[in-house]
């Protein structure tokens, strides 16, 4: 959960399954999802991942959106960075 102040839902307590403190901590948890657990799982055969929340909703900050929809939270980077993984045209070490 990354939580950008002003851009959320008012009023409720915010929801997140990790507390991130920065747009920096978010991006990197992002990342290290896809290269530690998806990435890992498509080598055995996985088909395809979905990421369910595009946009934070109401008080679940787990979007890659904010819920005004006003602040993307995730770089284009680093979706770059996690396409190019999935495709197999980043180098791994």
């Known amino acids: 959960m ?3 102040e002003g ?5 409720e307590k ?7 403190h920065d747009r920096i901590a978010f991006n990197d948890a992002f990342f290290r999802l896809y290269e530690e657990d998806v990435y890992p799982a498509r080598q055995k055969g ?4 979905v990421y369910t929340q595009l946009t934070d909703v ?7 959106v904010t ?13 770059l960075q ?8 980043e180098e791994r070490e």
């Open 2 to 4: 990354y939580w950008v």
């Open 7 to 11: 851009n959320d839902d008012e009023g």
């Open 14 to 20: 915010p929801f997140g399954y990790k507390h991130l």
């Open 46 to 49: 996985l088909a395809a991942s």
């Open 58 to 64: 109401q008080q679940e900050l787990n979007g890659l």
């Open 67 to 79: 819920y005004d929809r006003m602040v993307v939270k995730l770089d284009e980077v680093v979706a």
């Open 82 to 89: 996690v396409v190019a993984l999935l495709l197999g045209t």
